[in-house]
């Protein structure tokens, strides 16, 4: 597991959000599908996360902030640069190799962005993404164009987006879009968060 590259980093996360329990089952099975499928799992940690964070201190965090608004840019439209690079180099390395992109909450929307600006993306995977840029990643200015409904939306139309543990009221601007583009079936999905929770809790009392 990651434990035994960054024990020290590892470590650290877990102090520093106690009520997060390791998800063993869960990494069994990503390896299980791994060896079935004969894929490859890269782990991308952007800037200031995992191996490379910062001090953790809010006003510390904060500081850190504003340096980069400074620079006119912001921490993650960064990130979003670090994970754009990541796929251009996996790219190169593997040019007959597709991507599949998954992230989570903030960092989902990231990955989001950067799917948009690269090529060979063959899908897209976003677990509990914020659905507004007025409670996920700030880039400077986006909402005097678009909101995170409409950037899906523009990646729904080039390949396979889902949302996982999201809720479908949530989204209706996009699948109805969707619909008036003549998106084929399973071009966009959306894994509702409810529905999720009633299956592992069946499977738990199975």
Known sequence: SLSAFFPNQIRAELQLF???????????KAVADVEDQQTAVIFLPPRGIGPTAWNRDPKAQGQIRRRFMLL????ESM????IKRAVEVLREEFTDRTVQLVGEREQGINAL??????????SL????PPVSHQTGPDYLNVLRYLDIPQTVT???N????????????QWTWTTETGAK???PQGRFLIQDARKAALDQLKIGLE
Do not use: S
């Open 79 to 82: 990130r979003v640069w670090d």
């Open 181 to 183: 583009l003549g998106w």
């Open 154 to 156: 523009m990646a729904a």
């Open 158 to 169: 080039q390949f396979p987006v889902k949302i996982t543990r999201g809720k479908t009221a």
């Open 18 to 28: 106690p009520d997060v329990k390791p998800d063993n089952l869960g990494w069994m």
């Open 113 to 122: 962005y950067a799917a948009l600006f690269v090529n060979g993306i063959a």
């Open 125 to 128: 995977e976003l677990i509990e």
């Open 72 to 75: 006119g840019q912001t921490l």
